[in-house]
């Protein structure tokens, strides 16, 4: 007998992802979104929330962040016994707590896919994988459903203030980036005159841009991700006045010791080699 995945947002765009996802899995997918009309015709439609995960084996919720740990409570009271509750937010402090106070006929699974919409292949992406109760389980269940991925476990605590790395700043410096781009009148002769840097800065950018306003606002939102703004507005700053007063050779040293701390864990050479083949293969 085919299990039975609920997708709660199953018309937004990671929804739409793991409705396509499960479908080649062979599961049946019942889904429900309270502001899209779903139109995949082999997803089984939903009148109402509950209705929706009343028989489902796995409940996962792709739905806005700020949502969610209230959704948590709604639904997982309604869920039958043994089934398994899946939260893949981006920011994890509230929606974990939810989590953990579920009913224990209910299991939790929070994940976070560290891929978008976009990805045609699993293999190869990441996972990050939060333990609510029994992490070794949690982690095994993840495993099965999404077999060919890379698994990272972190605490709820710690995946918030590495995500404002991973997401926060690269999400903040191109929102303001696009709003420089936005404000350029001659925006095409700037692409005419690009080089392999800027390029690659532009998709970046530009793709970022095609999230959705409210995960993007979700992801600058995050509390962990001040001090490195903060930082990152301080040394912007610094620069500027070593510039203004030109002062070569500390300017010089900023950048030697930058660069001298990452190379501890970055290939300079590689890392070149690869944003070439990169802009390259998006020119073809």
Known sequence: MKKKIAIIGAEGQMGKWFSKYFL????????????????????????????????????????PVKRTPETIRLIAKEMKRDSYLIDISSLKTKTAAALSKIPDKVNPICIHPMFGPGTKKLKGQNIISIPIRDAKKEMAVVKSLFEEANFVQIDAAEHDKKIAIVLGMPHLVNLVLANIF???????????????????????????????????????????????AEEFWKDIGRMLILIQENKTEEMIKYISSAKERLAKNVDFDESYKKLVTMVNAVEK
Do not use: H, W
């Open 182 to 228: 936005a404000k350029e009148e001659n925006f095409s002769l700037v692409e005419k005159m690009a080089g392999t840097t800027f390029k690659a800065q532009k998709y970046l950018t530009t793709g970022i841009m095609t999230e959705p306003q409210e995960l993007i606002e979700t992801i600058i939102s995050n509390p962990e991700i001040r001090r490195y």
């Open 24 to 63: 080649e899995k062979d599961y049946d997918i019942i889904g429900y979104d309270s502001e899209k009309v779903i139109l995949n015709k082999l997803v089984t439609k939903a009148q109402s929330l509950v209705g929706a995960i009343l028989t489902a084996d796995y409940v996962i919720l792709c739905i």
